[in-house]
């Protein structure tokens, strides 16, 4: 059988970015702090793979070249932490949730929203308390906990949907890998800054990329 290039010390790696991600995203959106997932970019995952890469690799690989993350370690993190930049930030939540409450909220007898919508929307795919919805927009009263009970049921069904669609999504990749990677040579832009930071072109030996030696890519670095 062969052996996995992965190692479980770099999918657990992944868990934790992802997991950071995902606390830190909200509060980011909630203060009006963008830079997590504003554009398509993700700088979120960028941020996180760049402190990974020149920071924490290198410093393990000073105590010992046994616990530092492989190159396709490596890969695996950068593709996790681009699908959990994209859940809670842009790329889903901070529509989703807005969306599915919003013709509750902002219903009135001038714009029917009531007689036009309510009967298309199944009960299951949106909350049913209205107190809930209102609380969702103006904030919780001083001292009231939320209320999760409201929002299982709904949320439990759309994360069955997300996953199944991101399931979908990476079939689709990997059936049009071939024709795009190979025949097309696409050239995949979002891939080449990570790609030259694990890069380590001649000297595999090396604890840093020739990326992170550059005087000129420190001199844009620093600009900003």
Excluded at 154 to 164: A, N, Q, R
């Amino acid at each position: 059988m062969r052996k996995s290039p992965f190692s479980i010390r770099g999918l657990l790696t992944g868990v934790a970015l992802c997991l950071a991600v995902g606390l830190l995203a909200p509060y980011g959106i909630v203060f009006n702090y963008y830079w997590i997932g504003f554009n398509p970019s993700s700088p979120g995952a960028l941020f996180f793979f760049f402190v990974l890469t020149f920071i924490v690799n290198a410093i393990v690989g000073l105590i010992s070249r046994n616990f530092e993350l492989s190159k396709a370690d490596l890969v695996l993190i950068y593709c996790m932490l681009l699908m959990a930049v994209t859940v809670p930030t842009w790329g889903l939540m901070f529509f989703l949730i807005g969306t599915l409450v919003y013709p509750f909220y902002y219903a009135t007898p001038e714009n029917n929203y009531a007689e036009l919508f309510y009967d298309y929307i199944p009960s299951w795919m949106v909350p049913q308390d209205f107190q809930a919805i209102k609380n969702y927009y103006e904030g919780l009263p001083q001292g009231a906990a939320i209320p999760w009970g409201v929002w299982v049921e709904p949320m439990g069904w759309w994360l069955s949907f997300i996953i199944v669609l991101s399931f979908m999504l990476i079939c689709m990749s990997a059936i049009l890998h071939r024709q795009w990677s190979v025949h097309e040579r696409l050239t995949y832009p979002m891939v080449q800054l990570p790609q030259n930071m694990i890069d380590k072109g001649d000297d595999p030996t090396a604890r840093l990329a020739p990326f992170f030696k550059s005087k000129t890519m420190w001199l844009g670095f620093v600009i900003p």
